[in-house]
């Protein structure tokens, strides 16, 4: 049975120590447990603001990041090296200071990729790469989601047709609402496989989403992002003043 469970803290700097300390103890026991981490990385402020964080934990050391499998959530569709990518801007915030095995690092595609701008061909390769251990989908121990105002989580957005499907693992995302307009997203039941769900969001601008999600508003994709395990919503006080 998935539980849910709501952390509260001061502000948006306690907030990112709070995530970026926990997530290294979750990669360490994961580690300890299979040898191996996977986690999803998510774009967005509170994300790259985690992850500096993590690059300068003295804990992180413990970390075998060789063994750490990092895949993302959602992807900007745009060309490799964009500074709108989550992918450029978490290589920047931490990934490139990081003696990762460059094979277990997962990218979604970009648009100068072997399937060109095609965002349908773009996200089925993904879903073939997350075939990598056999499985549909590879083991998930903690899969990050940054909140929108909107309630959008990765890229699936309220009232879009992507935020239904649930045909396969990705999804190709036409006519955000948000820029830009083509993205690459895990569906939700894909983010439902994850272990754990963190969704992590600070700030007034947060205030309405977060409270409605966690009042049970379903059209908010936010409220359906639970993991198998457990769900953490991740929160400073501002985003959490309308919490039921
Ligand atoms: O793909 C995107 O457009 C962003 O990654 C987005 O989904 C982000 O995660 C949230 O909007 C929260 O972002 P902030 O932490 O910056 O508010």
Known sequence: MSKTLVVVVPDADVLAATVASRLVSKIVDAQAERGTAGIVLTGGRIAAKVLRTVKDLPTAAAID?????LWWGDERFL???????NETQARAALLDELPLDRARVH????????????ATAAAARYAEEL???????????????????????????PE???????????AAVFDSPKPPPTRITL???????????????????KTDSVGAALNGDKALPAAHAVGRTRTYWLLDQA??????
């Open 239 to 244: 985003a959490a003043a309308k919490i039921p």
């Open 187 to 205: 569906t939700m039941p894909t983010i439902q496989s994850a272990d754990e769900v963190w969704l992590i969001a600070a700030g007034p601008d």
């Open 107 to 118: 990218p979604m595609p970009a648009t100068d990729g072997p399937d060109g701008d095609d």
């Open 79 to 85: 060309p490799a090296g964009h500074a709108d990518r």
């Open 65 to 69: 990041w060789s063994h750490v499998d």
């Open 160 to 170: 879009h047709p992507v935020l239904n499907d649930t045909s396969g693992t990705t």
């Open 131 to 157: 075939k990598i251990g056999g499985a549909d989908l590879p083991p998930i121990d903690v899969l990050m989601l940054g909140v929108g105002e909107d309630g959008h989580v990765a890229s699936l957005f």
